[in-house]
């Protein structure tokens, strides 16, 4: 079974710093691309940030570039999003995700809150 487990997340000042961590089991890690996406409250999902199967190309939408950085540990079956300056409206629940046999999976998600 397929399983991504997100953590990391929780309340920071604006300008400060999380690093969110997804721990993935049941499938092949190495071998697949990854992603981060974000859901703030009342809107839709926000695509984040791609990484590929190696960890050698990386790719972030512009609301985050130069403040995020995506990798992964492909020995510990594990993607990280390290995340500084945060600013309020980073504020959402941030879920970790890849394309599993034709289909999206993500995980439960961990909630980043940024305010003062």
């Known amino acids: 079974e397929v399983q991504l487990v997100e953590s990391g997340g929780g309340l920071v000042q604006p300008g400060g710093s999380l690093r969110l961590s997804c721990a993935a089991s049941g499938f092949t890690f190495g071998t697949y691309d990854m992603k981060w996406v974000r859901q703030a409250p009342g809107k839709g999902p926000e695509w984040v940030s791609n990484?590929?199967?190696?960890?050698?190309?990386?790719y972030y939408s512009d609301s985050v570039k130069g403040r995020f950085t995506i990798s992964r540990d492909n020995a510990k079956n594990t993607l990280y999003l390290q995340m500084n300056n945060l600013k309020p409206q980073d504020t959402a629940v941030y879920y970790c995700?890849?394309?599993?046999?034709?289909?999206?999976?993500r995980g439960q998600g961990t909630q980043v809150t940024v305010s003062s």
């Open positions: 990484i590929n199967n190696g960890g050698s190309r990386t």
């Open positions: 995700g890849t394309r599993y046999r034709g289909e999206e999976v």
